[in-house]
């Protein structure tokens, strides 16, 4: 508990900060979760620059990205009713999610150095089967988020649960 109210007066006095720091340390984490445990590399062989990478992007992208999009979502629909958060969970599933996993995955594939035509052959392959996934746990939990989480603790939220996602994507992200 004594770390639960470290963060929250953290994140009360520095919300940006904490924000893009937290989905920082929680893409690597979800990066070391990949290599180690879906793929099983062992520590001599995991990627410490991929593993930076992924952290580097969750704290340059996804945190700032993701956090600015909460305070837009939260003016285009004030209000926390359950109709609010489905309208929310709708028009993030429906507009943002798809672009900023087509982005995400983008990224991921500059950053790895593939040329604009490889990058769009991973996209055109890992981009359907991503957002299907996407769609099978991200809309109940966005609900959730939107109807039971103050603004500024969905960031952390999302990021928490997106430990597992995160995984996910490194894993996806760098199959080659």
Known sequence: MALWRAYQRAL????????????GSLMGLGDIIS?????????????????????SLGCGFVGPVIGGWYKVLDRLIPGTTKVDALKKMLLDQGCFAPCFLGSFLSLIGAL???????????????????????????????????????????????????????SYLSWKAHRF
């Not at 009360?12 to 989905?23: I, R, S």
Request: with cysteine; charged share 15%.
């Open 112 to 166: 790895n150095g593939l040329s604009a035509r490889d990058n769009w052959a991973k996209l055109q392959r890992d981009y359907p089967d991503a957002l299907i996934a996407n769609y099978y746990l991200w809309p109940a939990v966005q609900l959730a988020n939107f109807y039971l989480v103050p603004l500024y603790y969905r960031l952390a939220v999302v990021q928490c649960v997106a430990v597992i996602w995160n």
């Open 12 to 23: 009360n006095a520095h919300p940006w900060k904490v924000q893009v720091l937290t989905a």
């Open 35 to 55: 290599q180690q445990l879906v793929e099983r590399r062992g520590v001599r062989k995991h990627q410490i620059s991929r593993t930076l990478t992924m952290a």
